[in-house]
């Protein structure tokens, strides 16, 4: 059996409480899957398919925080003044 999820685009809450609980997923989604699994016994394995914008990283305040720019093991790291890094995909004009 596939399941497929699509558009839950979980945040990192910086611009706001947007996720859903932990719960819904468990109380609804999971419930649902099981019910369909043991109704149906042919089914032998269960695959979970996450098709897109399962994290959104455009709803974060931390690009608003982006400093400096190294370069490290030929990859870009950008530098936020919340003591994180975000490293950049390496180019393949480099």
Do not use: C
Not at 45 to 57: C, P, Q, S
Request: proline residues 1%; without cysteine; charged residues 30%.
């Amino acid at each position: 059996m596939l399941v497929v999820i699509s558009d839950l685009h979980f945040v990192d809450e910086t611009a706001g409480k947007h996720n859903l609980p932990y719960g819904v997923f468990e109380d609804v989604f999971l419930s649902d899957v099981a019910a369909l699994v043991k109704d149906k016994k042919e089914i032998k394995e269960v695959k979970i398919l996450l098709l897109g914008d399962i994290v959104d990283l455009l709803r974060s305040e931390q690009w608003f925080d982006i400093g400096e720019s190294t370069i490290r093991g030929g990859r870009m790291v950008l530098k936020t003044s919340r003591s994180t890094e975000a490293v950049a995909l390496q180019s393949n004009n480099a």
